[in-house]
């Protein structure tokens, strides 16, 4: 994972607040594709346990977000809020376009706070800032996060198609 700067003036605290105070959509169904199929079957186990979390990418404010890095504009991209105690399995990420040619971002939109668990491959990564911008040296790599304090964890997630 590589860190590509800070750019803290980037992030929007009017959008955060919005994030904190209402909830998004749980977590879409499966795509067409068995691996999809099969981390959703997983993760409905993981939410009858009472795990949640919440995605949110109808905000009127970024229907066309602007990286502040250079990018192809062909984005999709969606906020998640983990309340405290929600997990994000470990998991690979499927993308609708199997060429390759996906690069993803992770974007803390909140400086961290202890309790705050992000896992990458074999790392866990801690004392981000809000704004900081991560790529994923292998976007198919094995990630996900959970919330261990009393505060919402909020961070925004990029899939380029370049």
Known sequence: MRHLGNFKDWVKPHILDKILTTDGQVRPGAEENESSKQQYNEWNLTEAAGAKFY????????????????????????????????????????????????????????????GHIFIYKDFFIKDYKAGDIFEFDDPLALHGSANLSSIPKVSLQIVEYV
Not at 75 to 99: A, E, G, I, M, R
């Open 55 to 114: 995605f949110y990418s109808k905000f009127e404010e970024m229907h066309d977000i602007e990286l502040p890095i250079n990018n192809s504009g062909n984005l999709n991209w969606w906020f998640v809020k983990l309340n405290p105690t929600y997990t994000f399995p470990l998991h690979q990420d499927t993308f609708k376009d199997d060429s390759g040619s996906v690069r993803r971002l992770w974007i803390p939109y909140q400086d961290y706070i202890p």
